[in-house]
């Protein structure tokens, strides 16, 4: 598969910071939102001619809480990308979503605008366990918000929970994955807690010991949860995305094959032909650099073949389609299975990985050691 072209566009503002979030996410300010709104319409003009008329495959706005944003200040900044940029008629046009701030009407409007795929922030199903989250939505907000969204005509739902809380059993792991199995998603993300220095949790809690779960209780978590969405028709296709046959994210499997995006918004991250960039993660000072007229980079690098092709690895053994041979053949002009011949012995001595097909392919424990397995290369 050749990846199209996509786009990534960073909104950084949420109801309020939840304890564990390490994410560029602030809490929304109506001046710094209506600035930053401004700012992006100025800067989609300024990179649209990167694009070099290939219309978009892709577009995902994530955050941050983007459907904090009004309906119509969203669609309007669709309709620009649109318009300078443009789309593919089957293009995937994704918006991360708060189950809390979502009426009918705003969801209605936005599937008009064009979005047809919907990431909520979903979390948990246990009231005391959202609340320990510092989510300020409920299981029954979750619901609605699904209910709600299939009227306005969105197909394609994804629902995010996070597993490893405080507290959690894995039996309480199991129901939060049946609750959201009775909302009948088509794409669930489950995400491992991960404890930052930085957050309030990261200084409460530490890594493995109580109230967290213990490692074993994590692996047997991960393990149920593989079981009981397999059994829903709910492959897994990457460490910690699992779809319907044919819901995979689009977007995100473009960026785990090396593909081109471009990107806009506050600490947002790009790559094109190997360049790769990150704009300035500050929200007013992204707008400053956009409103004098400079390009809001914090960071750009050309990439060598060399770490084109690590990266390559790096991100394919995170998937269940692993890495092909032939792509790091191109980039590395010689042949894989000598280049990495160490890393590759080890890879299939510890059973993580093989090679299968034309292609690096990690095995089920390979997909669990995904980062042990990417430092064999690195
Ligand atoms: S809603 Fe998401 S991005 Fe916003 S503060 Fe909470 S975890 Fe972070």
């Not at 930053?36 to 300024?46: D, T, Y």
């Not at 409460?204 to 149920?224: C, K, N, S, W, Y």
């Not at 785990?256 to 506050?266: A, I, Q, R």
Request: charged share 20%; proline share 7%.
């Amino acid at each position: 598969m050749t990846p199209g072209l996509g786009l990534y566009l960073h909104l950084p503002f949420c109801p309020s910071r939840c304890p564990y979030c390490d994410f560029n996410a602030k809490t929304y300010d109506h001046g710094e939102a209506r600035r930053l709104l401004a700012g992006l319409a100025v800067h989609v003009e300024r990179i649209a001619p990167r694009a070099q008329g290939r219309p978009l495959a892709t577009v995902y706005f994530g955050g941050g809480t983007p459907s904090m944003l009004p309906a119509a200040a969203l669609a309007s900044l669709l309709g620009q990308i649109k318009e300078l940029i443009g789309l593919e008629p089957w293009a995937e046009v994704s918006l991360e979503a708060n189950p809390g701030a979502l009426s009918q009407a705003k969801l209605t409007a936005l599937r008009q605008a064009g979005f047809n795929r919907l990431s909520l922030g979903a979390q948990s199903f246990s009231p005391e366990l959202l609340r320990a989250l510092g989510r300020r939505h409920t299981p029954q907000a979750t619901a609605k918000a699904v209910q709600a969204a299939r009227r306005a005509g969105f197909s394609n739902l994804n629902l995010d929970l996070i597993y490893g809380l405080p507290g959690q059993s894995e039996a309480l792991a199991a129901a939060d994955l049946a609750s959201a199995l009775e909302l009948e998603p088509e794409h669930l993300s489950l995400y491992e807690l991960t404890l930052s220095p930085h957050t309030p949790f990261g200084q409460r809690f530490r890594t493995g010991v109580a109230p967290l779960p213990g490692d074993e209780e994590i692996i047997d978590m991960e393990q149920a949860a593989k079981e009981l969405l397999e059994a829903a028709g709910i492959k897994r296709y990457e460490v910690s995305n699992y779809a319907r046959p044919g819901y995979e994210c689009r977007h995100n499997q473009s960026t785990w094959l090396g593909g081109d995006y471009l990107s806009l918004g506050p600490g947002a991250h790009g790559h094109l032909a190997g360049v790769r960039w990150a704009y300035v993660a500050d929200p007013p000072e992204y707008c400053r650099m956009v409103e004098a007229g400079e390009e809001p980079l914090a960071m750009r690098e050309e990439l060598s073949r060399e770490q084109r092709a690590l990266e390559l690895i790096l991100l394919g053994l995170r998937t269940v389609r692993g890495v092909e041979l032939a792509s790091l053949a191109v980039l590395r002009g010689a042949d894989p299975r000598r280049v990495y011949a160490a890393p590759l012995e080890e890879l299939r001595r510890r059973g993580w990985g093989l090679i299968a097909r034309g292609r690096i392919i990690p095995t089920e424990a390979g997909l669990n050691m995904a980062d042990a397995a990417a430092g064999l290369f690195a």
